[in-house]
């Protein structure tokens, strides 16, 4: 017997589908064959149904992406239910009529209900303090330790007598985007955990280039609104030879100007904003990857 259900919330979700609600039910199988309704319990509803039967085992209800949902809606009553001395057999048990079958109902001790969401979310306004109230809440921050059991240990790539240290490069760059959003919003070390599936050498540094062409620099973009020049800053651009530079500022600005506009243009170099250009080159670079972390002072350890 599973133990376990999973669901991921989104603004269409509903209590019809988290406890119980009507579902239409075709009387045969013709196009003609009438349609009844009939109730139906949610996958909440379901599980509960299940731990019920089983009080000496666990079970857990797993809901990715839950600040996306419209938690009263889904919820609806079970939002009391759910805490730990209203459950069912606790001190203050609590059992409410459901909507839709009039059934008594109450939640069992033995269910966990585990949420997921991404802080960087603008949708986490939505986890009311209701809700917040009936959670702890465990963070799970980007793990770049280079030691034994960590998701990044170990991990290099390798191209020639050049080495990219992948733990380092994602600490340096987390550092930077601390200082100029927030901790939030730090990029998690998942987005290079599938190097460790790709052989090292000139595999890896493709597979890396890969990653930060479509995944990183994107993800930079929306951070800062397109503000190249943060951009620059958070890849270390502004501290590396122009050949290693994944954000490369356009030279010659009153040039550009006179050759957009004309010689007559009136327009201040200075008050015009800068032009950047991604660099191409630069994602098959090491140099452009070691220049992130390497101006940063860093231990014997993490040297290695």
Request: proline content about 5%; some cysteine; hydrophobic content about 40%.
């Amino acid at each position: 017997m599973q133990r376990y259900s999973f669901v991921t919330f989104h603004q269409s979700y509903g209590y019809e589908e988290f406890v119980e609600g009507l579902r239409p039910v075709l009387g045969g199988e013709t196009e003609e064959a009438e349609v009844r309704y009939e109730i139906r319990a949610g996958v909440f509803k379901d599980l509960c149904r299940r731990a019920s039967a089983a009080p000496d085992q666990r079970f857990a209800m797993v809901i990715d992406e839950i600040n996306r949902g419209n938690i009263s809606k889904i919820f609806g009553e079970l939002i009391t239910l759910i805490e730990p001395d209203k459950r069912a057999g606790a001190a203050n048990a609590v059992s409410v009529t459901l909507a839709y079958s009039g059934e008594q109902f109450s939640v069992p001790a033995n269910v966990d209900i585990i949420g997921t969401m991404n802080t960087a979310d603008r949708s986490l306004a939505l986890l009311d303090t209701a809700l917040r109230r009936r959670f702890e809440f465990v963070p799970v921050m980007p793990d770049t330790r280079d030691e034994s059991g960590a998701p990044l240990a170990g991990l290099r790539v390798r191209s020639g007598e050049q080495t990219i240290h992948i733990p380092r490069l994602l600490g340096a760059i987390n550092e930077r985007i601390e200082a100029l959003y927030d901790r939030d919003h730090r990029i998690g070390h998942a987005y290079f955990t599938p190097l460790t599936q790709v052989p090292d050498g000139k595999e890896r540094l493709t597979a890396l280039g890969s990653i930060f062409r479509m995944r990183i620099l994107p993800l930079l973009e929306e951070y800062f609104f397109e503000d190249w020049q943060k951009i620059r800053l958070v890849l270390a651009d502004n501290q590396k030879a122009t050949a290693a530079q994944f954000v490369r500022e356009q030279a010659g600005r009153d040039d550009d100007l006179t050759r957009l506009f004309g010689s007559d243009h009136g327009l201040d170099s200075y008050a015009t904003k800068p032009r950047h250009i991604v660099q191409e080159s630069a994602f098959s670079n090491p140099e452009a990857y070691i220049g992130i972390y390497q101006t940063l002072p860093t231990s014997n350890a993490e040297s290695r």
